[in-house]
């Protein structure tokens, strides 16, 4: 038995995991007494992380002398730091629990001194607030997300938001629309965009499609991921279809282990471009059904399903469900232009609708 503020930050899957891999304390572990003799630990710095309760709720218990926290009262240094999630963070959130023990490890050796990164990639980290400084960055490729980004002391951040929206116009479209209308007409952009790479794709070599650059996705994987982003936000959270997820999605890389299994998706399965795109182009009549019907009160309507089972409390206005999903394809549509560029195929341009 759980309470709330205990599993906060896992969902019900991360929760059975840790039900099951669980194993019982010895009783004695609680009830028998601990003798401390030392007066020499008090003068050890102390950071105590605080998930499910906050710095100011345990500081309140050391000023009311409660018994379990009466050893703070007594140490020289204390520093507390909040955490925003349940009881166990190192499997809600992981990664943000290391950082803090690593920002405050005292004399931690530099894990990269001597260590040379030329031509390396690095995938998945969270580089926030990291400095490099008196180094050689020549070609160095960043991809990610980020509200600034400094080189030399130079903000780079807003110069890459113009130059993106300038060679891909639909992220303009897809950030500023708020009426159906708006919705119907940044979706007829996608769908042009669209289009003209795959014509182009098809024009290639038949492998090209399914080839993967620097660890990314193929075209084909992309497609198929885009299946299932329709499948989550269309299918499943709009209308509660029981068949919500096509057996071909390709799910985000960061969802639990057994997670694609578990709706349905086959990770093994490898379809061809050809079948793919019958595949998405059910998909995409299906957004565009959708939004040719859709009213501007009808943006307000609440999902009555989640996305997808890992998060089985969620709900968000059709609105949000219908952006998410063409944020996707514009956001996609950018890497697999990058990919085909870098395989040595010049770019499509994209914009307004026109013939291939």
Known sequence: ??????????????????????????????????????????????????????????????????????????????????????????????????????????GRPDPLAGVRLRGRAFRDRDLRGATIGNSWIDDMRIAGGFDHLWVNDVDVAPYVRAELDRIHPERVAVREMATAAQY??????????????????????????????????????????????????????????????????????????????????????????????????DRMALMRSVLADLTDEQMATMSPASPAPDFPDERHPWRECLRVVMEEEVEHHRYVVRDLTTLGYPPVKTGAPRSS
């Open 184 to 281: 119907r007409a940044a979706w007829e952009q996608i769908e042009a965009m669209w289009a003209a790479t795959v014509e182009r794709a098809r024009q290639l070599d038949g492998a090209v499609a399914h080839r993967r650059v620097g660890g990314e996705w193929s075209m084909v994987q992309t497609l198929r991921h885009l299946v299932f982003a329709t499948d989550c936000w269309v299918r499943r959270a709009m209308f509660d279809m029981p068949d919500a997820f096509h057996p071909w999605g390709v799910n985000h890389t960061e969802m639990l282990e057994g997670f694609a299994e578990a709706i349905g998706l086959d990770p093994a399965a490898r379809p061809s471009l050809d079948e793919v795109l019958a595949m998405r182009a």
């Open 1 to 106: 038995a759980f309470d709330a503020s205990e599993v906060e930050g896992l969902d019900a899957a991360a929760q059975a995991g840790f039900v099951a891999a669980a194993l019982p304390s010895p009783a004695s572990s609680v009830t028998d007494l601990q003798r401390l003799s030392d007066e020499r630990r008090y003068q050890v710095p102390v950071t105590v992380v605080c998930p499910e309760f906050t710095p100011e709720q345990i500081q309140g218990w050391v000023a009311a002398g409660a018994e379990p926290v009466q050893e703070l009262a007594r140490i020289a240094s204390v520093e507390y730091v909040d955490i925003a999630t349940g009881h166990w963070p190192q499997f809600s959130a992981p990664s943000e629990l290391a950082a803090i023990l690593l920002e405050r490890a005292v």
